[in-house]
């Protein structure tokens, strides 16, 4: 998809607060410094359009990104940042809880999982909640660029076995870096908007 437009639209922390004009929306999940900031802005073309920073647990709110005024990426903190305080961590985990259940804008969760290292206790528990509430989910895998393309096909398949992928959940290796994987990205999120909007 080319994308001529990208605005970070709407910061919220509560439902009042999320955009109403009724467009998709793609959340982006994965754990603290997994990358997503980086996801957004190669995706969109846009280079600190979301904010990277060393410092994980930095996004504290849900961000919506507007692409071309069609659909939102909606950047969600990041799980399992343990510097954080319990209630802090409490009111995100009720925020972002509130948003993937009860948001009939959602169509799907682009869980990023880091493809140098086995997935965490965290993403197991996100992809399985994820998949008790029938959230469609698509794995992304990043920081392909870190690892040899000879063992890429090897670390997909720890990832899948690790969180029992259901094979109808998409897999996908990404890098921010090289922006391998952004293609099939876009084919694989148009195709399944296409799929929801079919239902």
């Known amino acids: 998809m080319k994308v001529v437009k990208a605005e970070l639209e709407h910061v919220a922390v509560k439902p009042e607060q999320y955009p109403v004009n009724r467009l998709p929306e793609l959340a982006l999940a994965g754990r603290s410094n997994v ?14 359009l979301a904010r ?3 410092q994980p647990g930095k996004t ?10 069609i659909l939102y990426f909606v950047d969600v903190p990041g799980y ?6 319990k209630t802090e961590r409490a009111a995100w985990g009720k925020m972002i809880e509130t948003y993937l259940s009860e948001r009939e804008e959602l169509k799907a969760v682009l869980q990023l999982i880091d493809a140098r290292h086995k997935p965490s206790e ?46 109808t959940d998409p897999l996908l290796l990404f890098s921010s870096e090289t922006g391998y994987g952004k293609e099939e990205a876009w084919k694989t999120i148009q195709s399944h908007l296409q799929l929801t909007k079919n239902k």
């Open 122 to 167: 965290d993403d197991k528990l996100m992809y399985n909640w994820m998949k008790h509430f029938g959230i469609p989910v698509i794995l992304v895998a990043t920081k392909a660029d870190k690892i040899s393309r000879s063992k890429w096909q090897k670390h997909l398949s720890i990832i899948s076995k690790e969180l029992d992928r259901e094979e």
């Open 35 to 48: 990358g997503k900031s980086s996801f957004i802005n190669k995706m969109l073309n846009r280079k600190g």
């Open 52 to 54: 990277t920073s060393g």
């Open 60 to 69: 504290q709110t849900l961000n919506f990104y507007e692409i071309n005024e």
């Open 80 to 85: 399992g940042y343990a510097k954080v305080s």
